[in-house]
Protein backbone atom coordinates (compact mmCIF):
# COMPACT_ATOMS: atom_id res chain seq x y z
CA UNK A 1 0.00 0.00 0.00
CA UNK A 2 1.08 3.39 -1.04
CA UNK A 3 1.29 6.28 1.81
CA UNK A 4 0.61 9.87 0.40
CA UNK A 5 0.92 12.60 2.97
CA UNK A 6 -0.19 16.29 1.09
CA UNK A 7 -0.25 19.87 3.29
CA UNK A 8 -1.09 23.21 1.57
CA UNK A 9 -2.11 26.41 2.94
CA UNK A 10 -3.32 30.01 0.90
CA UNK A 11 -3.31 33.20 3.32
CA UNK A 12 -4.18 36.35 1.79
CA UNK A 13 -4.15 40.14 3.25
CA UNK A 14 -5.56 42.41 1.02
CA UNK A 15 -6.99 45.95 1.60
CA UNK A 16 -10.22 47.80 -0.38
CA UNK A 17 -8.78 50.89 -1.81
CA UNK A 18 -12.14 52.33 -2.93
CA UNK A 19 -15.72 51.55 -3.20
CA UNK A 20 -16.21 47.84 -4.20
CA UNK A 21 -12.33 46.99 -5.26
CA UNK A 22 -9.73 45.53 -3.33
CA UNK A 23 -6.39 45.00 -4.03
CA UNK A 24 -3.45 42.45 -1.59
CA UNK A 25 -0.74 39.98 -2.01
CA UNK A 26 -1.36 36.22 -1.47
CA UNK A 27 0.78 33.27 -1.08
CA UNK A 28 0.17 29.51 -1.13
CA UNK A 29 2.02 26.46 -0.46
CA UNK A 30 1.71 22.69 -0.97
CA UNK A 31 4.34 20.28 0.28
CA UNK A 32 2.91 16.71 -1.30
CA UNK A 33 5.05 12.65 -0.20
CA UNK A 34 4.04 9.78 -2.23
CA UNK A 35 7.02 7.42 -0.61
CA UNK A 36 10.17 8.58 -1.93
CA UNK A 37 8.92 11.24 -3.98
CA UNK A 38 8.84 14.62 -2.35
CA UNK A 39 7.55 18.12 -3.77
CA UNK A 40 7.15 21.40 -2.65
CA UNK A 41 5.45 24.19 -4.43
CA UNK A 42 5.47 28.23 -3.34
CA UNK A 43 3.20 30.41 -5.31
CA UNK A 44 3.45 34.25 -4.42
CA UNK A 45 1.92 37.39 -6.08
CA UNK A 46 -0.54 40.33 -6.10
CA UNK A 47 -3.97 40.32 -6.88
CA UNK A 48 -7.04 42.57 -7.22
CA UNK A 49 -10.61 42.32 -7.17
CA UNK A 50 -14.02 43.92 -8.19
CA UNK A 51 -17.17 43.44 -6.69
CA UNK A 52 -20.25 44.02 -9.27
CA UNK A 53 -23.10 45.80 -7.83
CA UNK A 54 -24.28 46.34 -4.11
CA UNK A 55 -26.56 43.45 -3.22
CA UNK A 56 -25.19 41.09 -0.47
CA UNK A 57 -24.70 38.04 -2.73
CA UNK A 58 -23.10 39.68 -6.21
CA UNK A 59 -20.41 38.40 -8.97
CA UNK A 60 -16.64 39.69 -8.77
CA UNK A 61 -14.04 40.35 -10.97
CA UNK A 62 -10.45 38.58 -9.83
CA UNK A 63 -6.52 38.91 -11.05
CA UNK A 64 -3.72 37.46 -9.69
CA UNK A 65 -0.45 37.66 -10.75
CA UNK A 66 1.80 35.52 -9.13
CA UNK A 67 5.68 33.78 -9.25
CA UNK A 68 5.80 30.03 -9.33
CA UNK A 69 8.45 27.93 -7.57
CA UNK A 70 8.36 23.74 -7.51
CA UNK A 71 11.21 22.12 -5.31
CA UNK A 72 11.87 18.13 -5.81
Do not use: C, W
Not at 23 to 40: N, R
Amino acid sequence: MKSQKKFNYSPTIGYFSVHNFAIGLSFAQEHEELEDYKTTTSLAGPYAIYYIGSSNVRPYLFIKIGNLKNQQ
